[in-house]
Nanobody, 124 residues
Framework: QVQLVESGGGLVQAGGSLRLSCAAS????????MGWFRQAPGKEREFVAA????????YDPNSVKGRFTISRDNAKNTVYLQMNSLKPEDTAVYYC?????????????????WGQGTQVTVSS
């Protein structure tokens, strides 16, 4: 089992920045690929970014590439999402997820564990 707890969400003006954190406990964190997803009201959960256990990363190219950066610190069992140049359309609940594999994925169903989510609200 892996327990995930997100933090760092909040209210920010458009153009601002936030850094989300996801602290993991349980099994060996460094062997899990990690992902960030988000879900806005009335919409499906969508992929934001993912990172392999060794630090390779990938992003949704249509919405966040160039503005968001995913990183991880295996010594601290934590994955981060640095979000810059935030837009009102980034408003959503952000979830981190862990996948029992070395390989990244943009598909939510391929992740085994999920956090409870943290709300990000961007005002215009």
């Amino acid at each position: 089992q892996v327990q995930l707890v997100e933090s760092g969400g909040g209210l920010v003006q458009a153009g601002g920045s936030l850094r989300l954190s996801c602290a993991a406990s349980g099994r060996t964190f460094s062997r899990y690929a990690m992902g960030w997803f988000r879900q806005a009201p009335g919409k499906e959960r969508e992929f934001v970014a993912a990172i392999s256990w060794s630090g390779g990363s990938t992003y949704d190219p249509n919405s966040v590439k160039g503005r968001f950066t995913i990183s991880r610190d295996n010594a601290k069992n934590t994955v981060y999402l640095q979000m810059n140049s935030l837009k009102p359309e980034d408003t959503a609940v952000y979830y981190c997820a862990a996948r029992g594999s070395d390989y990244m994925s943009s598909i939510p169903q391929r992740y085994d564990y999920w956090g409870q989510g943290t709300q990000v609200t961007v005002s215009s």
